[in-house]
């Protein structure tokens, strides 16, 4: 079994910063890509960011590019996502999902490719 945590969601003002993190622990191979979807109230889940095994593959949706980025800590299984310039339409509770993989440039937009998902952490950005 695989443990998937987020923290760092809150109230943020708009154009302000939040980083969110996400920590896999468990039966989980450290060859994994990791992916960060939010699902606002009455909307469906989106995608947001998703990184490589490696660390060296980034991919964002057009919504966030410029404003959010992913990283890792590849030591502590850590996924961040640094996002700047927050918007009222970025309010949503933000999910990290892990996946196992062979492929250290591989990364996955689409939330069907991933095995284990966390509970989620609310962002709230105030006009």
């Known amino acids: 079994q695989v443990q998937v945590v987020e923290s760092g969601g809150g109230l943020v003002q708009a154009g302000g910063s939040l980083r969110l993190s996400c920590a896999a622990s468990?039966?989980?191979?450290?060859?994994?890509?990791m992916g960060w979807f939010r699902q606002g109230s009455g909307k469906e889940r989106e995608f947001v960011a998703a990184?490589?095994?490696?660390?060296?593959?980034?991919y964002y949706a057009d919504s966030v590019k410029g404003r959010f980025t992913i990283s890792r800590d590849n030591a502590k299984n850590t996924v961040f996502l640094r996002m700047n310039e927050l918007k009222p339409e970025d309010t949503a509770n933000y999910y990290c999902?892990?996946?196992?993989?062979?492929?250290?440039?591989?990364?996955?937009?689409?939330?069907?490719?991933?095995?284990?998902w966390g509970q989620g952490t609310q962002v709230t950005v105030s006009s």
């Open positions: 999902a892990v996946r196992s993989t062979t492929c250290r440039s591989c990364y996955y937009p689409e939330g069907r490719n991933y095995d284990y």
């Open positions: 990184i490589s095994w490696s660390g060296g593959s980034t």
């Open positions: 468990g039966r989980t191979s450290s060859n994994v890509a």
